[in-house]
């Protein structure tokens, strides 16, 4: 019985996929390689995963219901990771209706999907900006969170409560996971990390918004696959009253302040920033920290990788991957 991974050519998926495969799983990734960032990027991390025997991978898009039913009719999956998701608050901006396809039917079509053929276990991707404008810190997964700021949020909360009822009507058993800014090797272009060390190698000024007064509790792609592997095999069960559904957050459980990130990218670059400080950007949350008790209660692990070594790392494989020299000297 394989295991199935939407978003396989993605950050998360990739790294997930390929940690299935160290383990000696079976392993089907799925993805529709759509262009909001580098496909080549996405091809690469293919070309790692078909590394593996036990890796198979197709093009399938999760809004298409019939590619989606055929695909579940062929394979019986014991456990499904749904990764695949239209990433970005400043993306949704401009584009609604991809996140309504992609975020909502397509996370509506895995549903019945796993309805029509259950696996023993789906754990799917939400996120950390459900909790918008919440003010109390900590975020706790008990917290009300009724104010998304972003499309992208509301449709992550969607999510949520699409699983909740399906688990209530049918027993499908769910874990959602509130992921909070993930980051590393094979990272995505689009987050701060990756388009900071762009933009410092090239000698680019980096756009550091709200003045850099803001925070994020920064998780390295480690922990975040350690936490799935564990998850995998602890699925919730039904008690009195209670659908087999639940939520955790998944993050390092410390807030670091931007201006410090940007200080600890210096130190692993050797190179010294140029910044441009911006007003702060529609959709975007002052700051964000994950209570993660429950979930350490659950599976007996808590992220804690540093910013620190995780930058390294990141740092490392930009220079490896885009065969960027180290500088010489530090920008001025």
């Known amino acids: 019985m394989p295991v199935l991974v939407t978003g396989a050519a993605g950050f998360i998926g990739f790294h997930l996929a390929r940690r299935l495969c160290e383990a000696g799983l079976e392993v089907v990734g799925i993805d529709n390689l759509n262009a909001y960032y580098s496909v080549e990027l996405k091809h690469a991390r293919l070309q790692q995963l078909a590394q593996w025997p036990n890796f198979r991978f197709r093009l399938v898009e999760i ?37 309504a396809q992609a975020n909502l039917v397509g996370f509506l079509n895995i549903l019945e999907a796993c309805r029509q053929h259950p696996p023993r276990h789906l754990v799917y991707a939400s996120s950390s900006s459900v909790y918008g404008a919440n003010a109390k810190l900590p975020f706790a997964v008990e917290d009300p969170v009724e104010q998304p700021v972003s499309l992208y949020a509301a449709s992550k909360r969607a999510n949520e409560l699409m699983a909740h009822s399906y688990a209530h009507l049918y027993g499908l058993p769910m874990t959602g996971l509130r992921f909070f800014t993930v980051y590393g090797p094979w990272g995505r272009p689009d987050m701060a990390l990756f388009k900071f060390t762009e933009a410092m190698l090239a000698g680019r000024p980096i756009d550091i918004y709200n003045h850099g007064l803001m925070g994020r509790d920064f998780t390295y792609i480690d922990d975040i696959v350690e936490s799935l592997l564990r998850l995998r095999l602890k699925p919730p069960l039904a008690t009195s009253g209670s659908p087999p559904c639940q939520l955790f957050n998944i993050g390092r459980g410390e807030p670091v302040r931007l201006l410090a990130f940007v200080d600890c990218l210096e130190k692993a670059l050797g190179l010294q920033a140029r910044r441009n400080y911006l007003p702060l950007q529609p959709g975007d949350v002052l700051e964000t920290w994950a209570d993660v008790s429950s979930l350490a209660r659950w599976i007996d692990f808590s992220p804690g990788i ?10 490392g494989w930009y220079r490896d991957f885009y065969r960027v020299q180290p500088s010489l000297q530090a920008f001025r």
């Open 63 to 99: 809004a298409n219901q019939a590619e989606l039913l055929a695909l579940f009719a062929t394979f019986d999956f014991s456990e499904v990771f749904h990764l695949a998701a239209q990433a970005g608050v400043r993306y949704s901006l401009d584009n609604p209706g991809i996140y």
């Open 306 to 315: 540093s910013l620190e070594h995780g930058v390294g790392r990141f740092v």
